[in-house]
């Protein structure tokens, strides 16, 4: 009697406390997801990325440079060299021209890209890539003074301009113009300059600074 005394007790106090009491829960495991989907399903995971094209080098012929002085047209710069092995230039800087022109703030420079070759780690011979856009157009204006020497840098990152889709090879441009403190002009003269927007030339990479 005492026995069954003691367990009505303990059924009668559960009852009481349990209104109170915190439910605790798990969250369910990749494999009871796995045994709770049913008959015939399955789970599709899908991941991104943006794996490197091994590249053993990326060489770029120019075909024209220009540059255009603010509120005046184009100038043509001829070329000390046009053809340019990217992956050779990591830290080390060659002569793409050297020209005497006016003197001026100049706020754009243009690279028309003749052709681009791809040399892929493994491959004998190189492939020729894709170039979507055929002009690199370059904004930001810098000043040629006289008497003085302006220099400027055209900084191309090959190993990020190559992409491989689709059984091909596409140069797309991953670049930007180094302008030192020396050549940029002071807030006065940029408040001087205006200029009429120049048309862009089908197919061009522009970029801002």
Request: charge should be negative; hydrophobic fraction near 40%.
């Amino acid at each position: 009697m005492i026995k069954y005394l003691s367990l009505f007790m303990v059924l009668v106090l559960a009852a009481i406390l349990l209104p109170g009491c915190t439910v605790l829960t798990s969250t369910p495991t990749n494999s009871s997801l796995e045994n709770s989907m049913e008959e015939g399903m399955g789970r599709l995971v899908i991941n991104i990325t943006d794996p490197p094209v091994p590249l053993e080098n990326v060489k770029v012929s120019f075909e024209y440079l220009e540059v255009h002085k603010s509120g005046g047209p184009w100038t043509r710069i001829e070329m000390e060299n046009d053809t340019f092995e990217l992956l050779d230039l990591d830290g080390v800087t060659e002569l793409l021209a050297s020209q005497i022109v006016e003197v001026g703030i100049y706020t754009q420079l243009r690279l028309g890209i003749s052709t681009v070759q791809i040399w892929i780690t493994g491959d004998e011979t190189p492939h020729e890539a894709r170039v979507p856009s055929g002009t690199i157009k370059l904004v930001g204006s810098f000043k040629v003074l006289e008497g003085g020497i302006t220099e400027i840098t055209v900084d191309i990152n090959g190993a990020q301009s190559v992409q491989a889709g689709n059984g091909e090879y596409i140069f797309r441009p991953v670049v930007k113009l180094l302008i030192p403190d020396s050549a940029k002009p002071g807030e006065e003269e940029n408040g001087e300059t205006t200029e009429t927007p120049t048309p862009e030339p089908s197919g061009t990479v522009t970029t801002a600074l």
